[in-house]
């Protein structure tokens, strides 16, 4: 790719440092080249997979009756040789003496509870505001998907969700991946049944991993929180991060711009461990208002974006244009195969979910830097998918742009360069806790002045290329109290 093994290997980690958001924009970074199928070796994937994980990276959806065949219940294919996982040995709960966890940030993935604090029947463990991403190489996949999608283990209806409440997602149910149902450690003899279990490979570009936003739709300021920023006053025009409240134009931002104030802690903790034939290195990452390409929408302030975008299709398939309620959208679709599925519903709880067709049947061509309707992008909607190679000539994609403007941003304006630290996985459950003090950025984005804990919006947990077997549990913010 015309870098030094090196410089290839440090960027490959600061790509992975940050997820877009709901997996929009997945890492504008990784090359194009890269995922062709011809550098895997393989030219079919096997079709067991396939029904598995309908979205492995250049598999065509199997279709029964015109749908695709989605399971009912997350699966987690074998990666590497199928080693068996033996499991975690005990666990050292003196590694949480002398800290506190933040109340207005503490996921346990456990299932749902009623008002009255009760777990729903049949409830099942929910990693609220969370998603998996990939670096699209041909043939690999990543695990689970959204709770939304598994007919047999349906989302709760919105109701309270452990420990937050706040407006639904589409459709009223809750969002995020399926949680696992083991459980991390518990030691304060309160009930640990499900924890959040990424799985993916094999990637060979730069990698994959599971983000979160810390805000929607989680909800930050309960009661008992202590990380809500400053409301702005009347009047205001920025908040309290310096961003601008309105759109240029003196409109509202179609998407959220929410961030909470982490200064009163002093890094993020959380449980976790590998299975057998995982990395062992996982990067953790943290994106401020200097670095977030989420709250840079509709503003840029800080950053700039970027957006690859892909005119063909992974998978082979034609790029088939279909008319939909946004009009006509190109779409990796074979019309051989029969009528376009369109919108993909959850039988069990009868709500559609579009952001498994946008996964299943991407968009290309035309509509490849158009946005769908539950996830509106203006700045690049409108935009066509274009290539460009930076002037260093050292990479080159499809980005959205067209001609007249300003090109792709360079290394040293774009977004997406978070602080990040390291945590070193073994077998057994450890807990980790990674200061802020400690985390920096990769190199590759615009550099900030300082790690803004006031303003902070996404984390990721990450891995470069290879196999991925991780499970984490309890993910909070923490503070010394020794």
Same mark, same amino acid.
């Given at each position: 790719?015309? /870098?030094?093994?090196?410089?290839? +290997? ?131 996949? +990543? ?14 209806? !919105? ?37 959040? +279990? ?15 936003? !810390?805000?929607?739709? /989680? ?5 008992? $929180? ?45 449980? $976790? ?30 950053? /700039? ?6 005119? +063909? ?72 998918? /274009? ?67 006031? $303003? ?20 909070? !913010? ?5």
């Amino acid at each position: 790719m015309g /870098r030094s093994q090196r410089r290839g +290997h440090r960027r490959a980690i600061a790509v992975l440092l940050v997820a877009a958001p709901l997996g929009a924009t997945l890492m504008a970074l990784s090359t194009g080249a890269c995922w062709d199928p011809g550098n895997t070796g393989q030219s079919t994937i096997d079709a067991s997979l396939i029904e598995a994980v309908p979205w492995v990276n250049g598999g065509v959806p199997i279709l029964e009756g015109g749908q695709p065949i989605v399971p009912a219940t997350p699966v987690y294919p074998p990666i590497a040789s199928g080693m068996s996982d033996p499991g975690s040995g005990p666990v050292d709960c003196t590694a949480l003496d002398g800290i506190e966890t933040s109340p207005g940030f503490y996921d346990t993935f456990e299932a749902a509870t009623s008002m009255d604090g009760g777990v729903v029947p049949g409830g099942v463990g929910v990693a609220i505001a969370w998603t998996g991403y990939d670096d699209l190489s041909w043939g690999s996949f +990543h695990v689970p998907g959204d709770i939304r999608w598994y007919s047999a283990s349906p989302p709760p209806p !919105f109701d309270c969700v452990e420990p937050r409440c706040d407006p639904p997602a589409p459709g009223g149910l809750v969002w995020g991946v399926a949680a696992y149902p083991m459980g991390g450690p518990s030691c304060n003899g309160e009930p640990n049944n499900w924890s959040l +279990h990424f799985r993916g490979g094999l990637f060979r570009n730069w990698g994959g991993g599971a983000s979160s936003v !810390f805000t929607d739709p /989680r909800g930050s300021c309960q009661p008992d $929180a202590d990380i809500c920023p400053p409301t702005p006053p009347p009047g205001a025009t920025v908040d309290s991060a310096g961003l601008p409240l309105f759109t240029a134009d003196g409109g509202a931002y179609e998407q959220s711009h929410a961030f909470v104030d982490a200064s009163a802690y002093d890094g993020v903790g959380f449980w $976790a461990r590998t299975g057998p034939e995982g990395q062992t290195t996982m990067i953790i990452t943290i994106t401020d208002n200097f670095t977030s390409d989420r709250l840079a929408r509709q503003n840029q302030k800080f950053c /700039r974006r970027l957006r690859q975008c892909y005119t +063909h299709c992974l998978n082979s398939a034609p790029c088939t244009p279909q008319q939909e309620a946004q009009g006509t959208i190109y779409r990796c679709f074979d019309p051989v195969s029969g009528p376009f599925p369109g919108s993909i519903e959850n039988t069990a709880s009868g709500t559609d979910v579009p952001a498994l067709t946008e996964l299943l049947y991407p968009r290309c061509g035309q509509s490849a830097c158009t946005s769908p309707t539950t996830y509106l992008d203006p700045d690049f909607d409108g935009k066509a998918c /274009r290539p460009y190679t930076f002037p260093a000539a050292d990479y080159s994609a499809e980005y959205c742009w067209n001609v007249g403007d300003p090109p792709p941003p360079s290394r040293e304006d774009q977004c997406l360069d978070g602080w990040a630290s390291y945590a070193n996985l073994t077998l057994d459950w450890q807990y980790f806790k990674i200061p802020f003090s400690q985390m920096l950025q990769g190199g590759f984005g615009k550099p900030a002045p300082y790690f803004n804990t006031k $303003a902070i919006d996404t984390i990721a947990f990450g891995f470069i290329d290879g196999w991925a077997d991780v499970y984490v549990d309890n993910v909070s !913010f923490y503070r010394n109290t020794q």
